[in-house]
């Protein structure tokens, strides 16, 4: 989310209409804009909310919505509200008035470990059903994460390449040489000799959102994964990389959803996976319980999403902290916890 300035013009006439003076200022209006999605119980997208059903907080503080434009991520159905002088909100691209496919990242972080090993196989069979949901105009790419960061799919909507490289290359097969580049792409923009060296799955994710930020518009990043961080005594501690990953995963609008691939009911390493998902306005699931609804719910989330517009609070320049509820309406906000203008 950003700051975006609207220009307001005031024009003053002068008492004699043969001088017609005129004076101009000009006074910038500052507007954020959120992607927030609004999901019931079961994960179910809540369509047809107002602004009136949201409830939006900065830094503890009320501030009025200006409006909530439902955008779908499926079929859209309506164009996105243009901000004068710029292409779509927060720098979306908009085709015809509407907004194109999805993006889709599946990343799979990597471990043969006895209580991971079953999960992430599960999963990646579910992630090939996942594929059955989306539209042609949706574009997806699969990296994957172990002691490095790989990158072994750019955006295709092939879906055939996309499962027999989720279901054979991403376990047994040689690593590609070289990568086409369609349009969008992201290996366009994928530093692969910073992915050689990244030692940390929080590496892995900055190097992941900065290849994503010059593609404009909202992305989703599906991380299967098995922990982040490293327990120190009593504490999870991430590493350094993940302040700068996580601002870089909200400067290029991405939404981590964090899928636990560990057959446990807890364990200390999913401290950071939760973490990612709630600054990013994803969701974490433990798949070991019913990967079936984990699937279920990723799929509701991805189904469209809220535009929420309000003016920016006269509050220093710097991070803010974004609280998003829903009133009179039952139900949860997906939103990103933070913007900086």
Request: hydrophobic share 45%; aromatic share 8%.
């Given at each position: 989310m950003r700051a975006v300035a609207f220009?307001?013009?005031?024009?003053?006439?002068?008492?004699?209409?043969?001088?017609?003076?005129?004076?101009?200022?000009?006074?910038?209006?500052?507007r954020v804009v959120i992607d927030a999605r609004a999901v019931d119980g079961?994960?179910?997208?809540?369509?047809?909310?107002?602004?009136?059903?949201?409830q939006v907080k900065v830094d503890g503080q009320p501030v009025a919505l200006e409006s909530a434009t439902w955008v779908s991520g499926a079929a859209p159905d309506e164009p996105l509200p243009l901000v004068e002088g710029g292409d779509g909100p927060a720098g979306d691209v908009v085709v015809g008035g509407l907004p194109r496919g999805r993006l889709v990242v599946l990343l799979f972080q990597k471990d043969f470990d006895s209580s991971r090993v079953s999960g992430l196989l599960r999963m990646q069979q579910k992630a090939?059903?996942?594929?059955?949901?989306?539209?042609?105009?949706?574009?997806?790419?699969?990296?994957?994460?172990?002691?490095?960061?790989?990158?072994?799919?750019?955006?295709?909507?092939?879906?055939?390449?996309?499962?027999?490289?989720?279901?054979?290359?991403?376990?047994?097969?040689?690593?590609?040489?070289?990568?086409?580049?369609?349009?969008?792409?992201?290996?366009?923009?994928?530093?692969?000799?910073?992915?050689?060296?990244?030692?940390?799955?929080?590496?892995?994710?900055?190097?992941?959102?900065?290849?994503?930020?010059?593609?404009?518009?909202l992305k989703s990043l599906v991380y299967f994964g098995?922990?982040?961080?490293?327990?120190?005594?009593?504490?999870?501690?991430?590493?350094?990389?993940?302040?700068?990953?996580?601002?870089?995963?909200?400067?290029?609008?991405?939404?981590?959803?964090?899928?636990?691939?560990?057959?446990?009911?807890?364990?200390?390493?999913?401290?950071?996976?939760?973490?990612?998902?709630?600054?990013?306005?994803?969701?974490?699931?433990?798949?070991?319980?019913?990967?079936?609804s984990a699937m279920a719910r990723l799929e509701g989330a991805l189904a469209g999403h809220y535009l929420l517009v309000f003016e920016k609070p006269p509050f220093r320049r710097g991070p803010h902290r974004v609280e998003v509820k829903l009133q009179g309406v039952k139900g949860d906000v997906l939103a990103k916890s933070s913007y900086v203008d």
């Open positions: 220009p307001v013009v005031a024009a003053l006439l002068g008492s004699d209409p043969a001088r017609d003076i005129r004076f101009r200022d000009e006074v910038d209006v500052e079961r994960g179910r997208p809540l369509r047809g909310l107002t602004a009136a059903d949201f090939v059903k996942f594929l059955e949901t989306l539209d042609p105009e949706d574009r997806v790419a699969v990296l994957s994460f172990d002691t490095h960061l790989k990158l072994w799919q750019d955006f295709t909507g092939d879906r055939g390449r996309l499962r027999r490289v989720i279901q054979r290359s991403l376990f047994f097969g040689k690593f590609p040489s070289g990568q086409s580049v369609d349009t969008p792409s992201l290996a366009a923009h994928f530093d692969f000799d910073a992915a050689r060296r990244a030692a940390e799955p929080e590496t892995a994710l900055l190097l992941i959102a900065q290849a994503l930020q010059p593609l404009r518009g098995w922990g982040m961080g490293r327990l120190a005594g009593s504490m999870v501690l991430l590493d350094a990389d993940y302040g700068p990953a996580r601002q870089a995963l909200l400067d290029a609008r991405v939404t981590v959803f964090t899928l636990d691939v560990t057959d446990a009911d807890y364990h200390t390493l999913e401290v950071g996976l939760e973490q990612v998902a709630a600054d990013t306005g994803g969701f974490y699931a433990k798949t070991h319980l019913s990967a079936t």
